[in-house]
């Protein structure tokens, strides 16, 4: 009896992306198993918020595929959020959204990113971390199958760096993919693959703007 392998949690081919001359993106190729945590790492400019973009279906590439067959959680490097709102309201939004029965997961979220004192906070008044840490909640809450990270660990201090690595390794272990993307990855052992974004194209390895853990690796 032969066994039909598992679809990938995402499938790119030839992706390309232009604005006006700037040829940003040449023909990226990518496929992602389930179940997996990556990394996409390339300087700034490299293109990696567009490719992540186009992942997510908010832009359109000019060429090439995109197949991801369930849904996805996408963390953008800018927070949407309302400052005028509190985290409360915030997740009373996205649970409608995503038509959630109930809010058990992200409230649980909150507490693995040691936020839940800030439930009825505005976002206004939120440092940038915690904005962050809601940013983060908001992509993870619905448990999708597939998750898109840009910049997740942004302002995020030491405990809550790791905190988020744990949170990433229960997930990957739950069958989840991870796609996370970073201008500097600290930790590359972390990841199950690493890709680096250069001249257009995404290269595995390691690559330029990856370390190895340093000591400190402390992320601002
Ligand atoms: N809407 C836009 N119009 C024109 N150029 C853009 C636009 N968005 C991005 N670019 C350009 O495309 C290139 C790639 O940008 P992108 O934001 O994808 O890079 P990045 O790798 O995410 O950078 P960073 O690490 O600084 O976040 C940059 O040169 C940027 O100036």
């Known amino acids: 009896m032969t066994t039909t392998p598992p679809e990938p949690a995402l499938r790119v081919g030839g992706v ?28 700034n400019g490299a293109g990696k918020s567009t490719l992540l973009n186009i992942l ?21 490097q800018q927070t949407v959020l309302n400052p005028a709102f509190t985290v409360d309201q915030h997740l009373r939004f996205f649970q409608v959204a995503y ?19 800030y439930r009825r906070h505005r976002v206004a008044a939120l440092s940038g971390g915690t904005r962050q840490k809601l940013n983060l909640t908001l992509a993870l809450m619905h448990d999708p199958p597939l998750l898109l990270l840009d910049e997740p660990y942004q302002g995020f201090d030491w405990d809550t760096y790791q905190r988020f690595w744990d949170l990433a390794a229960e997930l990957r ?27 257009g194209r995404l290269v595995e390895g390691a690559g330029a703007s990856a370390a190895p853990a340093p000591t400190p690796a402390v992320p601002r």
Request: aromatic share 6%.
């Open 173 to 199: 272990d739950r069958g989840r993919s991870i796609l996370v993307v970073s201008h500097i990855a600290f930790d590359t052992a972390r990841f199950d693959r690493l890709w680096h974004l250069e001249a």
């Open 99 to 117: 038509d959630l029965p109930d809010l058990k997961r992200a409230h649980a979220l909150l507490e693995v990113l040691n936020f839940t004192g």
């Open 16 to 43: 390309h992306r232009s604005y006006g001359r700037h040829h940003v993106l040449r023909g990226v190729d990518l496929e992602l198993p389930a179940g997996r945590l990556a990394g996409v790492v390339g300087e």
């Open 56 to 76: 997510a279906g908010r832009l359109s590439p000019d060429a090439g595929t995109v197949h991801c067959p369930g849904r996805l959680g996408y963390c953008p």
